[in-house]
């Protein structure tokens, strides 16, 4: 089984990319996040050729912002849009979507940004991420969360850690509560598979980030023990974020019990030669 997730950052504008990107790397559970998209407006756009490429889809959305979605064609049981009792900003927003897919209950997550250290957001980013660790401890051993966490879970997830000072994903308190959703029995499928390795998910838009390979690794696949043992593949789809009206996130694809394109490494094709700098793009 093929699990992938990608943060599409808009899919009305990412649909040209994503349904070319289904037919070539054919997952068999996709989770999205930042679809955009209301669920009527969804349905209407995509059911159609998700349905031709043998998809069922539950979407959960809220029209201009965030959104998520799960895409199967493995079974999709037991859909659970949000969170029963999740903190909202005023109002719970669609961050979170589970389904049943072939026998693994799985997430596809959109974690609150946090905007800046401290602030009413990010104290809402925490709230939320412990809402959805009790969601997640209810669930089963049979568990993968995946999408954005928005946080790089440890420095060498980061081009530069001296860049991130003072800004959000990388603080202590954001990498305690990714550690407390992990404690649950969730591994970190990319860099247990590829430890010390370079590997970013997200390159700002500005500046040249992405072609200097100046990133974060912020887009996570956590399975369950019994979930994370059948790996055979893990890895970033950097080819997807190139060419003509790309995401600035990369889809992160994890192979269960099979590999169909063998075990090729942690980012797919190699990224090109790292160059340093000191500044992020909206820094002052």
């Not at 997952?27 to 009527?40: G, M, N, S």
């Not at 593949?233 to 974020?241: G, K």
């Not at 992160?252 to 990224?271: K, S």
């Amino acid at each position: 089984m093929r699990v992938a997730t990608w943060n599409v950052n808009s899919v009305k504008q990412r649909v040209p990319r994503l349904l070319p990107w289904l037919e070539q790397r054919r997952p068999d559970v996709v989770c999205l996040q930042e679809t955009k998209l209301a669920d009527d407006a969804f349905a209407e756009l995509l059911g159609e050729p998700l349905a031709g490429l043998g998809y069922e889809f539950a979407a959960h959305g809220e029209g201009r912002w965030n959104g998520v979605a799960v895409l199967s064609r493995v079974g999709l049981a037991d859909v659970v849009a949000g969170m029963a009792d999740g903190p909202g900003f005023p109002q719970p927003e669609a961050r979170v979507v589970a389904a049943t897919c072939g026998g693994v209950r799985v997430f596809s997550v959109y974690v609150p940004n946090g905007r800046e250290p401290d602030s009413d957001h990010y104290r809402y980013k925490l709230e939320w991420l412990a809402a959805l660790r009790d969601v997640v401890r209810e669930s089963g051993d049979q568990v993968m969360v995946c999408g954005d966490v928005n946080i790089a879970p440890a420095d060498e997830d980061v081009f530069d850690p001296a860049a991130y000072v003072g800004h959000t994903h990388v603080t202590g308190p954001e990498r305690e509560a990714l550690r407390q959703l992990e404690a649950l029995g969730l591994k970190d499928v990319v860099r247990d598979r590829w430890p010390g390795q370079r590997v970013f998910t997200y390159w700002d838009y500005r500046a040249g980030m992405f072609h200097q390979d100046l990133g974060m690794r912020i887009d996570l696949v956590l399975a369950s023990a019994p979930v994370a043992a059948r790996t055979k593949a893990a890895w970033v789809d950097r080819h997807a974020r190139k060419g003509t009206g790309p995401s600035d996130h990369a889809p992160v694809i994890v192979d269960l019990d099979t590999a169909p394109d063998g075990d090729i490494g942690p980012v797919v094709p190699p990224p090109s030669a790292p160059r340093k700098t000191k500044k992020l793009p909206q820094a002052k």
